[in-house]
């Protein structure tokens, strides 16, 4: 009966597994459909494929002077109203004194963009009986404040165009009774329920509601009208029906929906401080340029490439399922990216593919750690199916774990930051989303499916053969100790010399012998622990001495801003005939602007290029401009020079600092919760570690720090993060399952080792495609690379060097930890077996030299017998064992 239902069961747990993948293949499926093909179905950002550049230009609403604190204000306003129409990746930078360049991605229709991004936005409620142009009130009295715009046809029939006049007002010409100040939401909703018609409705603050409820109380007995005015037009003059005590005002006037999230989106932004009348547009091309992203493609297909022949040779056939978890991620992911970007609510920018190329990086990261793991527990003895059960769920978890810390920051800087971070938080937290569900719905069943079968049959093929041969060894030094054989392989590992006297000791030569076998015992595995933990103090010497020398050199050379922070010039070329983007780009080097920014454009059909370097004079620039006409053959009237502002502004960089601050913050909550907040203390001071030690290079080599490099810096917070937890979490499953009694600082420093391998296979396969991007990539993405090459270096070097030896110190502080610390002393890699009372019957029997090492059960079962009950002094002082004082 006990068979049968354990048949049952192992059936059971075959056809979930079974249906975890048909519901995988569902999903690449339709994942495949809705992103088929990418380039058409997936929004590309300005930087990728260009789109409309707008110029505002200002003048004052009441004949004042316009002062840098209008524009940078209406600057913010008018970038909020862009990310909020869905093009969160468009730049809007203060140009001139007087001018607002506007960069939206993809976007053609230069008067819808006006309509939003330009109205001032001043909206106003006036009594009627307020008014002092008495032409103007008959009108509003008559409700012939709004006139459809016709048309004429070749026909020469008249024609709706769809188009709505409205009526104009002077300002001073009327009293208003609350203004767009006191507005407190904005919501859109039904003229009525017959209506096709939509109402935009406003709901004020307290001040305004007991103007509106005073005004509606007088006006209310004789049906007086009060006036709706935006941006100096009468939008609409509804007459009070009845009093309005709360505060809660519907504007209505025939909108459609478009239009009523158009205004919707004004109102909710704030009024602009100065009206904006359009100047001019153009279509812009690529920042990036169309040959940089192909060869920065192909240099991350190549690097890809190398990822996946390597991870085939290190694991063999368990690479496949690497390869195929990383495919199966990818045709995820970009199904997600289509399904958003047919919503408008995406568009990949440099910042966006930052944030694929980390996620990627962690999709091969979980990948390794459930092929580790698994292997892992092979050698500690349990069997192939039984460790696809244990290790893929030990991974799992801490995956989903390192994951989870990862997601926290990403949210917060989708939420909180602005700008091309905003996106780079989007496509980051969308990868980790991905991640779970390969996970969950492929890796684990596929693995747990092969495990008895296949996996299990030819152990050669799937990689696991060493870890089975290894396995062997240990279970006879587990015979020969009395111990289990994850005890055995841990003892092994933490002290091998150790380990050998005692299994000696035990069960003599025999005993010896299996000790030497398990240290010499083969395979791609950590098989004596490395001593990290007994040099902290040099590591951590060595880091407070970079941090310190990095913010020296910071002090003293500065960083090289880009125009994105500082603000620069811009150059409009016309007429450029058949120039490339990379003769532009040769020229401004030639004449000593290496870092112009250079982008293609196209205006009245003709091809041009739009060039923004960091030279703040307009003599200089023109100067620049006059040599690069001349190098290129250019006629001396084809480009125009004029002074720009930053777009990565103050409100930029305070709202990036401020998602930042608030991710730190949360991670050591949930770190907190999770485990404990020392891990999420230690893991921010590692990754502080690592971004000082960036800008510190960066300031060392005088690279130009922007965008690009603002989103590598990103990227390494993510990887920083996810290698300290995938240690911390090992740290904390050993100190709760181990069979081995030692210091703290012991322990920390075998969970290093214990990850160590998947820590170099993960930065190996995330470095391989930046290095490859830096060698073989355009300029601009070579920025990018730059910064990733010395943060995943740095990311992996500090959970190692800086935040385990830092949380392993503060752990021995303790009162518990202390104690072991006074037992054991200072000194890595001494022990004892928690569970002594297995070896001490065996010490106390002499076993036959006929009798195998392997049979420990039997050996355990009669020692026991023979032994009877030792008295327990006797055997607390044979049993335990731990490394000689030299």
């Not at 767009?180 to 859109?188: A, D």
């Not at 016309?574 to 112009?596: K, L, N, S, Y």
């Not at 601009?780 to 690379?785: K, Q, S, V």
Request: hydrophobic share 45%; net charge negative.
């Amino acid at each position: 009966m006990a068979v049968q239902t354990k048949k049952k069961k192992k059936g059971s747990a075959d056809r979930r597994n079974i249906w975890l993948l048909v519901v995988t293949t569902l999903l690449v499926v339709g994942s495949i459909f809705l992103f088929t093909p990418p380039a058409e179905k997936i929004n590309q950002g300005l930087d990728i494929q260009g789109g409309l550049s707008v110029v505002l230009t200002a003048k004052s609403t009441d004949g004042g002077e316009i002062t840098t604190e209008d524009m940078e204000a209406s600057r913010s306003i008018i970038e909020s109203r862009v990310n909020a129409l869905g093009a969160s990746e468009a730049t809007v930078q203060a140009q001139g004194t007087d001018q607002i360049l506007v960069q939206i991605p993809g976007l053609s229709d230069t008067e819808a963009a006006l309509n939003t991004i330009g109205k001032t936005g001043k909206l106003e409620f006036a009594r009627l009986d307020s008014f002092t142009d008495e032409a103007v009130k008959a009108k509003i009295e008559n409700n012939q404040f709004s006139t459809e715009e016709t048309y004429t046809d070749e026909a020469g029939n008249s024609l709706p165009s769809g188009k709505t006049t409205h009526l104009e007002v002077e300002p001073g010409t009327y009293t208003p009774i609350a203004t767009g100040s006191n507005i407190e939401s904005v919501s859109i909703g039904q003229e009525s329920t017959t209506s096709t018609d939509y109402s935009v409705n406003v709901k004020l603050d307290s001040d305004g509601a007991a103007a509106f409820a005073e005004a509606t109380k007088e006006l209310v007995s004789d049906h007086g009208k009060i006036v709706i005015i935006l941006d100096g037009e009468v939008q609409n003059a509804p007459a009070v029906s009845s009093e309005i005590p709360n505060g809660e005002v519907s504007i209505t006037g025939g909108y459609t929906l478009d239009g009523a999230k158009s205004l919707q989106t004004v109102l909710q932004s704030g009024s602009l401080p100065v009206s904006f009348e359009y100047a001019q547009s153009q279509v812009v091309g690529p920042t990036l340029g169309q040959e940089a992203l192909f060869a920065g493609v192909v240099a991350a297909a190549i690097g890809l490439l190398v990822v996946m022949l390597y991870l085939l040779f290190f694991y063999r056939g368990l690479g496949l399922i690497t390869a195929a978890a990383m495919a199966i991620f990818a045709v995820i992911y970009l199904g997600i990216l289509a399904a958003l970007s047919a919503f408008g609510l995406f568009s990949l920018s440099l910042a966006g593919i930052a944030g694929i190329v980390l996620t990627i990086g962690m999709a091969a990261d979980s990948s390794i750690l459930t092929l580790e793991r698994f292997r892992e527990e092979i050698r500690m003895g349990r069997s192939v199916r039984a460790s696809s059960i244990t290790g893929v769920r030990h991974a799992i978890v801490t995956s989903v774990d390192a994951d989870l810390v990862t997601l926290v920051s990403a949210l917060s800087l989708f939420f909180l930051a602005s700008a091309s971070v905003k996106g780079f938080g989007l496509t980051l937290a969308l990868g980790i989303f991905c991640d779970i569900v390969m996970m969950l719905l492929f890796k684990a069943p596929l693995i747990r499916l092969l495990a008895p079968r296949s996996i299990a049959k030819h152990p050669g093929f799937w990689g696991i053969k060493d870890s089975l041969a290894a396995a062997d060894d240990y279970k006879a030094l587990a015979a020969a100790e009395g111990e289990s054989v994850a005890a055995a392989e841990e003892g092994a590992a933490l002290d091998a010399k150790a380990t050998e006297e005692v299994a000696e000791k035990l069960d003599g030569a025999e005993g010896a012998r299996a000790a030497e076998t398990a240290s010499k015992s083969r395979g791609k595995f950590i098989k004596h622990d490395i001593n990290f933990l007994g040099h902290r103090k040099v590591f951590l010497t060595v880091a407070a001495v970079l941090v310190i020398a990095s913010f020296a050199i910071v002090g003293v050379k500065g960083l090289n801003f880009g125009i994105e922070f500082v603000g620069g010039t811009s150059i409009a070329f016309h007429g450029t005939g058949d120039v490339t983007t990379e003769q532009m780009r040769t020229a401004f080097d030639d004449a000593g602007e290496p870092d112009a920014v250079v982008q293609t454009t196209t205006a009245e059909g003709e091809a041009g290029f739009l060039v923004r370097t960091t030279t703040t004079s307009a003599e200089d620039a023109a100067a620049t401009a006059n040599k690069v006409a001349d190098g290129l053959g250019l006629a001396a009237d084809s480009f125009e020079v004029t002074t720009i502002g930053p777009d990565w502004g103050a409100s930029v960089i305070q709202s990036s600092i401020i998602a930042f601050l608030v991710s730190i913050i949360l991670i050591i909550i949930y770190i907190a919760i999770r485990f404990e907040y020392k891990m999420g203390v230690t893991a921010i001071i590692a990754l502080l570690h690592d971004l000082v030690l960036v800008m510190g290079i960066y300031a060392l080599v005088g690279r130009e720090v922007n965008p690009n490099t603002i989103a590598a810096l990103l990227t390494i917070l993510g990887y920083s993060l996810y290698d300290s937890v995938v240690v911390f979490h090992r740290i904390n499953d050993n100190m709760k399952e181990t069979d081995i009694k030692c210091t703290f600082m012991t322990m920390a420093n075998h969970s290093i080792n214990q990850v160590l391998v998947r820590t170099i296979n993960t930065t190996l396969t995330s470095l391989i495609p930046v290095v490859a991007m830096l060698l073989f990539g355009g300029e601009t993405l070579r920025d990018f690379a730059f910064a990733m090459t010395i943060g995943l270096v740095c990311g992996s070097y500090s959970s190692i060097a800086v935040a385990t030896p830092l949380y392993a110190m503060w752990k021995t502080r303790e009162p518990r930890y202390a104690k072991l610390a006074k037992k054991y002393g200072p000194e890595i890699g001494r022990f004892e077996f928690a569970h002594p009372s297995v070896s001490a019957p065996v010490m106390a029997t002499k076993k036959p030299s006929n009798v195998k090492a392997g049979k420990t059960a039997e050996k355990a079962a009669s020692a026991k017998k023979a032994s009877g009950s030792a008295g327990s002094a006797g055997a607390k002082s044979n049993h335990h064992y731990r490394k000689k004082k030299r």
